[in-house]
């Protein structure tokens, strides 16, 4: 599997040169020309790249950067596109930067740009990511602009994204003193991540750059700028290069098999996008929210690794992202950041972690070791010792948020049990009921089906493209309890999240989880399952649980595994449009809306929301 040899993200600090220019201690350089950002967007990388012409009348446009810097580039080009009539019906802009600005320092700049640009600049500024390494996916402008930030070094970012650019911003700091950001290596990268017909634009003129541009497949042209002070380069992707996605257009309704998180994730991702889903699941009979029906909270809680291990790495993009794009849902289904309180992290001495954390060197806002003092004021309740907190943790009601993701007017759910036949044109797909009857031939079909996730599929296909690692996939019973608001174990509003788990007191009482059964055959609550609830979260508190719960107060259900603890999310190799979506374990509120970006993404070739690295240890196999 891919490990990634961790690379800490350092934030630039704030500094202005004698003309107030805003400028890098690091890189000894300033962020635009003394005449400020804008023009300097308009007149290099706009009208270089050919902009607003090149994006009219097109369904969707995507725009590269490297060097995001303050987003001056994304601002301007974002106001030209919303005040071009005819625009493109989606803007993507993608853009790397290994030192990100803070959310207060970029609030100081922003303060300074003309008034036209101050909507798009507040938007931008309150959904700021905090600044951990990886990919984060901001929707803007009613979701018709997205914006993918890939933060770390380019040298490295670059290889971990994924998207078809039809126009680049070279963008970086002056080759002389920043090398890394013009070697041959990123230039490189980006013919990987052109489409056909790709132009790029840069201020610099460097001879190297220009001589590296053209080697790795670009025509390159000096363009000497007005009264000859300056020139810039405008480049085009040489004719046979570039590349356009490998999902072929698509035929008849996306159909999503399994109504649970993974699926009405998927279903919303692409009805939200205006693309029509037919989802098919028999325990629909029971309602919208059948999965989850009775399970009042359940927790979004990030993982944890030493090494920033992938699943780690992956649970970051997963929480951020889910939060990103379900922060605005109607209030009952929307998830509440509360914080997650993490003890206990695989046998690791609280020496070993405090000095891991001081290695990752991650945002407080994302991680922060509290001692027991702190930990126990968050609770409410004395605890055993300390641990690591997540302010971005979560709880949320998972009926509540299924039934609402599949409640949407492009969305059609059938009560029904489906499998799959192999259809008459390639890549397309026969969704059958039981009596054997084609309800929908597509060939954009998600898997989502839990533990039947392989059986839907023939025979005669899985003999010939088996799946040895999902077939290892288990499934395992388990058990919430409820205990009433006098019983709640904590007093504080926060997740408490060990061995088992303490959600915080609701109006319906306080949720404590949860039970794993191997070997199960029906998942029912039971007070012994209860009683094991009990045991488990006692190992977090000080004083020792007392509570008693009879059968009927808790929720039962499944969940699948593997062994590693990874999702599979991806298309099924060589089946490009037949997307598996399964083996969420006990995660499934992380990775569902993240799998859902990652199949809308690929349907209808968008940046890629997930480091390519990560993304091909998800695939199923
Ligand atoms: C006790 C307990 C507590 C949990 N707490 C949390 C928590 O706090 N946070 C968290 O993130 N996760 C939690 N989980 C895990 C979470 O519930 C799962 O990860 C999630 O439900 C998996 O979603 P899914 O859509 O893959 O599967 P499911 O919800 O099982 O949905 C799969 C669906 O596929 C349907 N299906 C099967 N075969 C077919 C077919 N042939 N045709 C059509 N449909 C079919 C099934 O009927 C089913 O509805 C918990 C799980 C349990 C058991
Ligand atoms: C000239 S500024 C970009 C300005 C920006 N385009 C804007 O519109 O505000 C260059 C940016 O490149 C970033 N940078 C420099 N070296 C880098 C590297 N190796 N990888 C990623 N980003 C880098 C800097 O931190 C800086 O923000």
Redesign the pocket.
Known sequence: MAVFAFEPLVP?DLEFNEHDVPV?A??Q????PADG?LG??RRV?LQGNGLPERWRGRSQFTIC????????????TWQAWRQDPQRSQRLHFV???????RQADLATLYARLPEQLQAQAQELLATWPILVPGIHRLELDGGRVTLTLAF????T?MRELQCHADAF?L???APRG?P??WSRS?LGQLVRLAAPGATAASWCCAGQVRRDLASVGFEVEKVPGAGGKWCTIRARLRPHLGRRGSVPPQQGRVVVMGAGLAGAACAWALARKGVPVLVCDPALRRGLDATHQGHRLAAISPVFALDDAPLARLSRNAVLHAWQGWKDLPEAARPRRVGTLVFGQAGNSDADIQQALEHLALDQGWVQWLDREQGSALAGVPLQGGGLYFPQGMVVNPGALVAHLLDHPLIQCLPEQVSLRVGQEPNVWEVCNQQGECLESSNRVVIAAAAQSLSVLPDEFLAQHPMPRLAAMQRLAGQVTYLSAEQALTRGEVTLSGQGYILPVGPQGQVIGSTYERFGESAQASSQGHQQNIEKVSAMLADPAVAVATPEQGWAGWRCALSDHLPVMGFVPGQPGLFMAAAYGSRGLSWSLLAASLFAAYCLEEPIPLERRLEQALIPR
């Open positions: 630039a890098s690091l890189y350089d300033s962020y635009h950002p300097q967007a990388f950067e490297t060097g995001f810097g303050l987003g001056a580039s994304f601002l301007a853009s790397v930067e290994a030192h990100p600005f770390g070094q380019a040298e970012m911003y963008d970086g700091f920043n890394a950001m990123v």
